[in-house]
């Protein structure tokens, strides 16, 4: 059972370029981070992290990507994240790069940590709004937020626990 | 410490046993080139060197401190140091290093340890007379 131990990168993508959005997508997130481990360790390091390697789960919108390794090559796939300086896509490149938000031995507790981390960004988001519109935007959806958890997180009681 | 037995006066013996201290392993190769074509000279060699490691470990392999010590054009033979660290990877990307400018090559590594003197005899093509 722990012969098998995987860890999982959670990652964002930062972009300067709004329209780099449209190139995150498994595919392409998959080459170039692979394409980074090659350059950076070479045909082993390419080797090594490709057994188990997989684009788990992203989401376009807030630019969150899950990465799947196997745990005794983690090190090198996270040294060489920094070394991603573009996206490629349907023949269009985008300058960007990889922040690394959290490493975990499941996939849970990457989800409990992101759900956590979009929380305090959406609060975050909301202090640094410029107009009221925004604002009125902002707000209008972390309540939604709250209000349609399912299980036994209160939303109202988790917000407040979120203010910085 | 192994103190002397009890009632005599011998000097006291101590053994300190020093693991993997070394700071740089030597190793003693030779270029071969079956195929012939153009011998490198030093800087080609060492740039040969850089391009294994580059190849099977990347960047991280290539900023590794290698140095060639001696190298010998005639013999293709050189005697590189590089940090202990890093001797699996440079033997491994030795190893596996197979052209020179498009040739067939090969490295034969003859001898490695730890201190440099004990690169200057070799048992195995020692002659008795």
């Given at each position: 059972h722990a012969a098998l131990s995987r860890r999982y990168v959670l990652c964002e993508v930062v972009s300067?370029?709004?329209?780099c959005r449209q190139c995150i997508e498994d595919r392409a997130v998959g080459l170039a981070v692979r394409d980074a481990i090659a350059r950076v360790h070479g045909d082993y390091g390419l080797a090594c992290c490709s057994?188990?390697?997989?684009?788990k789960y992203l989401n376009a919108y807030t630019g969150t990507v899950l990465l799947r390794c196997r745990k005794d090559s983690y090190r090198l796939l996270c040294s060489a994240?920094?070394?991603?300086r573009y996206l490629d896509s349907r023949a269009q490149r985008y300058p960007c790069f990889l922040n690394t938000l959290h490493v975990g031995g499941t996939i849970r507790t990457c989800q409990k940590f992101l759900i956590q981390y979009n929380r305090t960004q959406l609060l975050r988001l909301l202090q640094n709004c410029t107009n009221d519109e925004e604002r009125q935007c902002i707000q209008k959806s972390l309540l939604s937020c709250s209000l349609t958890e399912e299980q036994s997180q209160s939303g109202e009681e988790e917000e407040d626990d979120g203010t910085e | 410490a192994r103190p002397g037995g009890a009632g005599m006066a011998t000097a006291a013996f101590e053994r300190r046993v020093l693991r993997r201290a070394a700071e740089h392993h030597y190793l003693r190769v030779r270029l071969e080139?079956?195929?012939?074509g153009a011998r490198p000279n030093a800087a080609q060699f060492k740039q040969l060197v850089v391009t294994a490691l580059r190849e099977l470990h990347g960047e991280v392999g290539a900023a590794?401190?290698?140095?060639?010590l001696t190298y010998e054009e005639k013999t293709l033979s050189a005697i590189l140091r590089v940090i202990s660290s890093g001797l699996v990877k440079l033997w491994s990307a030795l190893t596996l290093l197979g052209f020179y400018q498009n040739k067939r090559c090969a490295f034969r590594v003859l001898q490695t340890s730890?201190?440099?003197?004990?690169?200057?005899?070799?048992s195995r093509e020692l002659v008795l007379d």
């Open positions: 300067e370029d709004p329209r057994i188990s390697f997989t684009v994240l920094p070394f991603v | 080139l079956p195929d012939g590794l401190p290698v140095d060639v730890p201190f440099l003197l004990a690169l200057s005899g070799n």
